[in-house]
């Protein structure tokens, strides 16, 4: 890219909505076009977001706006052929994780400890319908997928279909154990280099708890460079649940958008900038790392190597309901997180192939839908 990226921008959501608005408020990122099925929402959305960035810096580079339906590969790649835009940021999915915050409290809580992987045909299905779509238009843009990316990624990549690198999760824990860090050692939050590997399981259960659960982790503290400072794990995520405990649900999503907007503008002025991300290259989970024109690059620190790593969210990636990607892209959910699902939604998908990722998709959509409509939340 040697002029100012265009970057498309998949999905009129929530996220995706907070995700233009800062887009459009960096003059390095403010060329977007924004894709969807419906095309009186996409006008307004845009509309929206043009004239608040325009309240805000002056007069943005009009958003564009495109019809897209991902269920339709080779119209997809024609469009994508058309349009050729540099960056393409991923923000549909066939249902948000926020869904079961819906239910009644005490049946969201049951339903929660299924952890997110069995929800993964929701997020995948469509990351591979995108992906084949990018494979097929003879474009090569940078993918960054923000829906469920810690297993996304890894899935596709076993077939070559990766996007270029996840964003959030990970990424949404840092800020606050960089506060508290900061807190616990009497600097700054300026002064800390913070460097967190684990997978979605770790960044969603310690804000809620106070402590790591299940999860594996690595995490190193520093000080503007310097020697890895010690910092009582215990103490900081309890923290997280504490002073530092922040708004979740669809509020939440701004701090999620913040995490998008950085690795793409890594991606957009090719600055290196520092960042956590999942999946990149498509690895499993999360990791520190830098972005560049090119991609993102794994920035561990020096005790932690990329096995190591990857070994460490794979163990994690358990605690979050899947067992283990094969090499084809088979997915085999844990049995503890499924008998949840299977208990309560009678949902039952020990393992499921890559191209069965659909089918299995509309049976989990439908039997949530008869799950909420019997507990008063459909």
Known sequence: MTTKPLIMLVGVGDLSARILNM?????ATDRVVLAGRDPEALRRRANLARFTATNLNGPPTPPQTVALDLWDVDRTA????????DIVVM?????????????PKPVFEELDEAQFGPWLPMHLTLNHLLMRAVRASGTDPKVVNAAFPDAVGPVLERVGLAPTVGAGNVANI????????????DVEPGQVEL????QHYFSHYVPRFGDAGRGAYDLDVRLAGGETQHVDHGELFGLLDGPLKRLGGIEGQLLTAS???????GLATDSGVRAHAPAPGGLPGGYPVRVYRHGAVLDLPAHLDEAAAVAINEVCQRA?????????????????????????????????KLDESAEWSRELGAKYTAFAARHGAA
Not at 195 to 198: A, E, G, I, P, Y
Request: with cysteine; proline share 5%.
């Open 23 to 27: 887009l459009l408020a960096d003059p």
């Open 174 to 185: 840092v800020p606050a154990l960089t506060h508290g860090a900061a807190m616990l050692l």
């Open 195 to 198: 460097r967190l590997t684990s």
């Open 78 to 85: 024609a469009t994508l052929a058309q349009v050729r835009p």
């Open 320 to 352: 979050d309901g899947i067992d283990r990607i094969d090499d084809d892209g088979t997915v085999y959910f844990a049995e503890r997180e499924m008998a949840i699902m299977r208990r309560l939604l009678g949902y039952d998908c020990p393992s499921m």
């Open 91 to 103: 923000g549909a999915s066939l249902q948000s994780w926020r869904v079961i915050t819906q239910l």
């Open 259 to 265: 995490s998008v907007v950085r690795v793409v503008h």
